[in-house]
């Protein structure tokens, strides 16, 4: 008897480590399913990394269109944008990862009925809790820097929303937006001259591909950043509110299941949301900088999150829960 072979595509936006991560949860949970079946969800030569170029990712989606392959997962808002017309006119089905507002993306139709081929799971980050935080602990903070791309769907509206809460506390703010990865730097160096006391950034891939190069900067300046991903923390940043990668990995393995095994149709298959539990603060940041811990766990208490504290690394190990 023959093995049943599906063919799944994998295509994340570029390289860095929260999306590095997310494509090592995705391998294994396709692997675990494989077994669970006794098929075969075969992967081998379909794995791309979009390069952060929207054209690639475009040549991507037509390549796997050819390729007729059996489901495409994407990782990140870009490559779901990139590659949801392509892969629908095909009919193939797309299951995406970390889209952080895929309605304003024109990925999904609603969050309970995503669309004819098209479901997954979202990271979107509410704005205002992560200003909420970084008043929470910087109470006399008058002025906030806002780093951001203007070409990351996932950023819009967070920014929309933390502007309204800085404003309605009374705090100033001044914004920077870079139009690509080689720009990072220079904006970062540009809130620190306009004496901002925190950053505020969302979960925005242009700037966590920089972010190993920039959180020196703001650490050596004496300025906290306020991020809405643990994956920021892990390269540098002083906080970032976070999600259990492992959580968000079952997830996706359900709807994966759900879509091949059990015959469901997209449309009936909600996008899933990942909470935001914890905020997870950089112990090398904190020394630096002087914040003391039990100070931090009270503050972040008072909102209702748990706090974690993490060291800096370049890549997540591949059996990282967070």
């Known amino acids: 008897m023959n093995q049943k072979v ?5 295509v994340k936006y570029t390289d860095h480590a929260s999306l590095n991560r997310i494509e090592t949860g995705i391998k294994a949970g396709l692997d675990q399913l494989s077994q669970k079946y006794g098929t075969r969800l075969d992967y081998n030569g379909l794995v791309y990394d979009g390069q952060a170029d929207t054209e690639r990712m475009k040549e991507i ?8 392959v059996d489901l495409v997962v994407s990782i990140a808002t870009p490559p779901t944008a990139a590659m949801k017309q392509t892969l629908e006119e095909a ?8 889209v952080s507002d895929p309605i304003s993306a024109g990925v999904i139709e609603s969050f309970e009925h995503p669309g004819r081929l098209i479901t997954g799971t979202s990271d979107s980050l ?12 910087l109470p006399d903070i008058k002025k906030a820097g806002l780093l951001y791309s203007k070409e990351e ?10 502007k309204e809460y800085l404003e309605n506390a009374g705090i100033a703010w001044v914004e920077a937006t870079p139009g690509s990865i080689s720009e990072v730097k220079a904006a970062a160096e540009e809130l620190i001259a306009q004496g901002v006391q925190a950053v505020l950034t969302p979960t ?8 190993l190069e920039i959180s020196p900067v703001f650490t050596e300046a004496g300025i906290p950043q306020f991020t809405g991903s643990h994956a920021f923390t892990i390269n540098g940043a002083f906080m970032g509110l976070g999600s259990s990668y492992h959580d968000s990995d079952i997830a996706y393995m359900g709807l994966v299941e759900d879509l091949l095994f059990k015959g469901k149709d997209p449309y009936d298959m909600p996008v899933i949301r990942d909470p935001h539990s914890f905020s997870a603060f950089n112990n090398q940041v904190l020394d ?31 059996d990282s829960d967070v």
């Open 153 to 162: 769907f996932s950023s819009i509206i967070p920014i929309k929303e933390a």
């Open 6 to 10: 599906y063919r799944i595509g994998i």
């Open 288 to 318: 630096v900088l002087g914040y003391d811990r039990n100070q931090l766990e009270q503050r972040v208490g008072g909102l209702g999150m748990k706090t974690m504290f993490l060291d800096t690394q370049e890549e997540f190990g591949e």
């Open 61 to 68: 989606g037509r390549k796997l269109a050819e390729e007729r």
């Open 91 to 98: 009919g193939i089905p797309m299951i995406f990862r970390a």
């Open 126 to 137: 509410d704005g205002a809790e992560l200003a909420g935080v970084m008043c929470r602990i």
């Open 204 to 211: 925005d891939n242009t700037i966590m591909s920089a972010e």
